[in-house]
């Protein structure tokens, strides 16, 4: 079946480092992928998303690469900031599927300090 | 983007009891909303997708008469958690798809469940 694998944190950077959080699916089908953002108190957040092999979802300074041949989308930031602290899900959705449900990683909390 | 609202945000209570949580989208119609379940540490696991105007589909392992699911409008799902137990308390989230279009989701920001 479909299934989504993100690294575990958390991950503790200071301000203005280099983010990398890894992300690699299973799934039958060609899936959508996206980076979801779940700020503290709050619902999750859409925070990038692609659609088909070699596409590359960006917003706020995050970006993300479709790669069908290493399954995998992992979302990089060159310069974290202190509000970027978060927990960040990453997810697929199968167009095929009859529903489009999302099928969601664990989850990586971020903590940026300053 | 459009808006989800879920109420309560955080609720208490006593073993027995029922429970309901609403979901509403406030500014679109949802024909399909989904229902998540979170555990400390855990990702998000989807319970049952709810169709306006029909009955909810449930993932493998969810009781449907313990996890009661209407959608009874464009805008509004609820989930009643029936005669709730200790082992019911998590994070309950719903989003919402916007009728239209495939691919995009608006979540809810969640409801704390306590049972004591």
């Known amino acids: 079946g479909n299934s989504v694998t993100q690294m575990e944190g958390p991950v503790t950077l200071s301000e203005e480092a280099f983010l990398t959080i890894n992300c690699t699916y299973t799934?039958?089908?060609?899936?959508?992928l996206f980076w979801y953002v779940q700020y503290p108190g709050e619902g999750l957040q859409l925070l990038l998303k692609a659609t088909k092999a070699d596409d590359k979802g960006s917003n706020k300074g995050f970006e993300a690469t479709y790669r069908k041949e290493t399954t995998s989308f992992h979302l990089e930031k060159g310069s974290v900031q202190v509000s970027d602290s978060a927990v960040y899900f990453c997810a697929l959705s199968d167009p095929l599927g009859a529903t489009n449900k999302l099928i969601f990683g664990t989850g990586t909390l971020l903590a940026v300090q300053p | 983007g459009a808006v989800v609202s879920q109420h309560p945000s955080w609720v208490i209570c006593k073993s027995g009891t029922s429970v309901k949580i609403e979901c509403r989208s406030l500014d679109f119609q949802a024909t399909t909303m989904f229902w998540y379940r979170q555990f400390p540490k855990q990702s998000l696991m989807l319970m049952a997708t709810?169709?306006?105007?029909?009955?909810?589909?449930?993932e493998q392992g969810v009781e449907k008469d313990k996890f009661l699911i209407n959608h009874a409008s464009l805008t509004l799902s609820t989930l009643t958690v029936t005669s709730a137990h200790p082992e019911d308390s998590s994070f309950y989230i719903c989003?919402?798809?916007?009728?239209?279009?495939?691919?995009?989701?608006?979540f809810g920001q969640g409801t704390r469940l306590t049972v004591v």
């Open positions: 709810s169709n306006e105007g029909s009955k909810a589909t449930y």
């Open positions: 799934a039958t089908g060609y899936p959508s």
């Open positions: 989003s919402a798809r916007v009728q239209g279009l495939s691919t995009e989701a608006f």
